[in-house]
């Protein structure tokens, strides 16, 4: 039966771990770089290109004539100078057609930590029951590792959310064997319907809220809105054009 592990924080990744094995990842940080990313992609984005840090970000802007990209970004939660900053409603206003370059404190980070894996998934409430189908289709028998970004360290109360969400989705369509970290997250979610509720009642979900983003906090408690599907290739994320494994 396929193992389904949950690791609390972008911290707990150990790189080698994941490159030794057959491991496929889901990486979350539902406040706000994966939401955002799902749906910048929904709303017409080439591309995602997540990137470690601010002078990445700098140095990948160079590869673009102006016109062709949007540079968005937050550290610790507080805008980058020079960089939009990475609300899913204001980036979807202006992407289609063109590559989002994103920075973050945490879901960016986790993404690359996370690309020795043999496949790397990027969900949010928006999308997990379409990650969940893709997962279900695996030929074979792979480990299913769900990263939850977390917030510099700490657990994120949203990413937790989040994960018991994707396994909700998960046991829908099939059996899977899960640590008891992931049956934490899945009870927690099974006994908080409400999702908007819980986003906005975390640490983050505040603080989005204090500095009037409650749309975007909206948006990222949306479930199952889109069914695209992802995926990190060559450092960039598109949207995944088959299920096989």
Same mark, same amino acid.
């Given at each position: 039966?396929?193992?389904?592990?949950?690791?609390?924080?972008?911290?707990?990744?150990?790189?080698?771990?994941?490159? /030794?094995?057959?491991?496929?990842?889901?990486?979350?940080?539902?406040?706000?770089?994966?939401?955002?990313?799902?749906?910048?992609?929904?709303?017409?984005?080439?591309?995602?290109?997540?990137?470690?840090?601010?002078?990445?970000?700098?140095?990948?802007?160079?590869?673009?004539?102006?016109?062709?990209?949007?540079?968005?970004?937050?550290?610790?939660?507080?805008?980058?100078?020079?960089?939009?900053?990475?609300?899913?409603?204001?980036?979807?206003?202006?992407?289609?057609?063109?590559?989002?370059?994103?920075?973050?404190?945490?879901?960016?980070?986790?993404?690359?930590? #996370?690309?020795?894996?043999?496949?790397?998934?990027?969900?949010?409430?928006?999308?997990?029951?379409?990650?969940?189908?893709?997962?279900?289709?695996?030929?074979?028998?792979?480990?299913?590792?769900?990263?939850? #970004?977390?917030?510099?360290?700490?657990?994120?109360?949203?990413?937790?959310?989040?994960?018991?969400?994707?396994?909700?989705?998960?046991?829908?369509?099939?059996?899977?064997?899960?640590?008891?970290?992931?049956?934490?997250?899945?009870?927690?979610?099974?006994?908080?319907?409400?999702?908007?509720?819980?986003?906005? /009642?975390?640490?983050?979900?505040?603080?989005?809220?204090?500095?009037?983003?409650?749309?975007?906090?909206?948006?990222?408690?949306?479930?199952?809105?889109?069914?695209?599907?992802?995926?990190?290739?060559?450092?960039?994320?598109?949207?995944?054009?088959?299920?096989?494994?």
């Amino acid at each position: 039966m396929t193992k389904i592990h949950l690791l609390m924080r972008k911290e707990d990744i150990k790189e080698e771990k994941i490159a /030794d094995g057959k491991k496929l990842a889901v990486v979350l940080d539902v406040l706000l770089a994966t939401t955002t990313i799902v749906s910048a992609l929904k709303d017409g984005a080439k591309e995602v290109i997540p990137v470690l840090h601010r002078q990445e970000a700098m140095e990948v802007v160079k590869e673009f004539q102006h016109g062709q990209y949007i540079l968005a970004g937050e550290l610790d939660a507080y805008p980058i100078n020079g960089f939009d900053y990475p609300s899913p409603i204001l980036i979807g206003e202006t992407i289609k057609g063109k590559s989002l370059i994103l920075s973050t404190t945490n879901g960016t980070v986790a993404l690359r930590n #996370s690309s020795s894996a043999n496949k790397v998934y990027v969900a949010s409430l928006l999308n997990s029951p379409a990650v969940a189908a893709s997962l279900q289709k695996m030929r074979e028998k792979q480990t299913i590792l769900i990263i939850c #970004s977390g917030n510099s360290g700490e657990i994120s109360l949203e990413d937790f959310y989040g994960a018991g969400h994707l396994i909700d989705c998960l046991l829908n369509l099939c059996q899977y064997e899960l640590t008891d970290a992931a049956k934490a997250a899945l009870y927690f979610y099974r006994g908080h319907e409400d999702s908007y509720e819980v986003l906005l /009642d975390s640490y983050v979900g505040k603080l989005l809220g204090k500095h009037n983003h409650h749309a975007d906090v909206k948006m990222a408690a949306s479930k199952g809105i889109t069914s695209i599907v992802p995926i990190l290739k060559d450092g960039k994320v598109v949207i995944e054009t088959t299920c096989s494994v």
